[in-house]
C-alpha cells in the first residue's frame, strides 16, 4: 500500500491511467462533459464516482467498461488489495467507495 499518497491522488492516477486508452479526441469529450453538465474536474470525482460512471455512459457508452474496469485494476495494484471476483456484479460506484472505504482502513492502521 502507498502510503505517502492520498485515495483521491491514486484515484486521479487511475483516471489518467485509463482513458488514455481511448485517445486524446475521447478523454476530451469525458472531460468536457463533467465540467459542462456538473462543473467539476474529472480529477475530483472520487467522492462521487457516479459522476464519473455516468459521464462515461453517457460520452462513450461502450468503452465506459473498458476505462472503469482499467481504473479498478489501477487501484487494487496500486493500494495492494486483491480483487474479489464476486464484486463485478456490484456497481462501479459502489465499488470505488469500498476501496476507498478499505484504503482509509489500511492508512488509520498505518498510521
Known sequence: MSKDNSFED?????IENAIKIMGDTVSKIIVDYLNDKY?????????????????????IDGGKLII????????????????????????FEKRIKHIRDKYNELSKRHQ
Open 10 to 14: 491514486i484515484y486521479s492516477e487511475a
Open 39 to 59: 462543473s467539476i474536474d474529472i480529477m475530483k470525482t472520487s467522492d462521487n464516482p457516479d459522476l464519473l460512471d455516468e459521464a462515461l455512459n453517457n460520452s
Open 68 to 91: 472503469e474496469r482499467r481504473m479498478l485494476n489501477y487501484i487494487y495494484n496500486k493500494i495492494g488489495l486483491i480483487e474479489n471476483k464476486g464484486s463485478a456484479t456490484v456497481s
